[in-house]
């Protein structure tokens, strides 16, 4: 099944995605545009086209017009940008129902979990010697996407497809994965914000065969040390709030849990909300 893939341009001068896959705009950097321009560009994009949520991470030095708008801030990770200014992550409901968590309760409770799981033993275990893990190259784009198709049935940007892979490894993404008898079992990525020295942990897939391993924990010490070498200040993640095992991964490994994005992301064929961890490198 080929799903619809939202749309990455420059509005008002920032960068934004939107769709109908996650049914928002997501206002990914802001860049040397004017918020407020930015801002209004974001209402009637949204309101034309009948968007339920707006999505934005920006400095937080520019959030004033923002929350005076009726943004309210659902996150925020200090010494984002450079490992100086703070980041906002604001969200904006022009759906009321859309702003409701169903199961927050639920959350809230996985995310308790988390933090008492995060203060047991977390000395690291060595990789069994069956794995090696390893960057990925162009060459990996089609085992890449075909694990990426089984592990997602939708996912925010298209990494099921080997095109994209090779146009992010080109551009601003490390890929890395972990391999048995050869064949990848394991991915994950490092999307790199170079000029702004931070890096979003993402696309963790195992698998299912090959899960149980702790495969993801070595595949995001593999990438710190992988960032650190790149000079990346803050690594952070937007993990799924309902997944306790990706929760866990992140707080073991010494990350700050930053907030909730409340119905963010359109994963693994649903709409969910999505906890932001971050560890300054």
Known sequence: MTLPVDTVEYLEGALVQHGPVNDRIYLMKLGEAAPDEVLEGLLRKASDVGYSKIFAKIPESAAAPFLDAGFRKEAKVPRFFSGRESAAFLG???????????????????????????????????????????????????????????????????????????????????????????????????????????????????????????????????????????SIRTAYTIARAASPGMNITFARRNYDFGGRLVNNTNISGQIESMNIWYKHL
């Open 92 to 230: 904006y409901y022009l759906d009321a129902d859309r702003a409701q968590e169903a199961d927050a309760d639920r959350l809230d409770d996985i995310l308790a979990l988390t933090r008492r799981k995060s203060d047991t033993d977390t000395a690291p275990t060595p990789l069994p010697g069956a794995f090696s893990l390893r960057p990925c190259g162009e060459n990996d784009a089609p085992p890449m996407a075909d694990i990426y198709r089984e592990v997602f049935p939708t996912y925010p940007f298209p990494i099921q497809e080997p095109d994209y892979l090779v146009e992010t490894m080109r551009s601003h993404v490390a890929y890395f994965g972990i391999t048995h008898a050869e064949s990848l079992v394991a991915l994950s990525s490092s999307e790199m914000d170079r000029e702004s020295k931070n890096a979003e942990m993402t696309d963790f897939a195992t698998l299912p065969d090959w899960r149980g391993h702790g495969l993801a924990t070595h595949l995001l010490s593999g990438m710190e040390n992988a960032m650190r070498k790149r």
